[in-house]
Nanobody, 120 residues
Framework: QLQASGGGLVQAGGSLRLSCAAS????????MAWFRQAPGKEREFAAA????????RYADSVKGRFTISRDNAKNTVYLQMNGLKPEDTAVYYCAADQYMGDLAADYEHWGQGTLVTVSS
C-alpha cells in the first residue's frame, strides 16, 4: 500500500527526491515518515510529517539538508534530499501511522524501500 521510488546513484553534494505513493485506504489522516537503513546498521529515523503537513520533524543528521512534504490530494509524501553525503547511503523506507513518532515501532504501515547510493 506504500510504494517508494526515486532512489538511485548520486555523487556527493548532489540531490535526489524520493516519493512514496499510498494506495488503498487513504492516508490523508496519517502521519508519514521516512526511515533509512544502511548496510549492517539498524533502521533509523530520518524525517516525519503530520497528516496536515503543519508539523515536521527531522533527525539531526539530515536537518537542514532534507525536506519532507506531502500532497494529500495525491496520497504522496516526498523527501527532497540535498547536499547528499556518502553516509546517507541506505535503503530508504516510507512509513505511515495515525500518530507521528521517530521510532520504527511507532509506525504500522511500511513501504518496500528504495536504495540511495552516494558516491564520494
Amino acid at each position: 500500500q506504500l510504494q517508494a521510488s526515486g532512489g538511485g546513484l548520486v555523487q556527493a553534494g548532489g540531490s535526489l527526491r524520493l516519493s512514496c505513493a499510498a494506495s488503498g485506504p487513504t492516508f490523508g489522516n496519517h502521519a508519514m515518515a521516512w526511515f533509512r537503513q544502511a548496510p549492517g546498521k539498524e533502521r533509523e529515523f530520518a524525517a516525519a510529517i503530520s497528516w496536515k503537513g503543519g508539523t515536521t520533524r527531522y533527525a539531526d543528521s539530515v536537518k537542514g539538508r532534507f525536506t519532507i512534504s506531502r500532497d494529500n490530494a495525491k496520497n504522496t509524501v516526498y523527501l527532497q534530499m540535498n547536499g547528499l553525503k556518502p553516509e546517507d547511503t541506505a535503503v530508504y523506507y516510507c512509513a505511515a501511522d495515525q500518530y507521528m513518532g521517530d521510532l520504527a515501532a511507532d509506525y504500522e504501515h511500511w513501504g518496500q524501500g528504495t536504495l540511495v547510493t552516494v558516491s564520494s
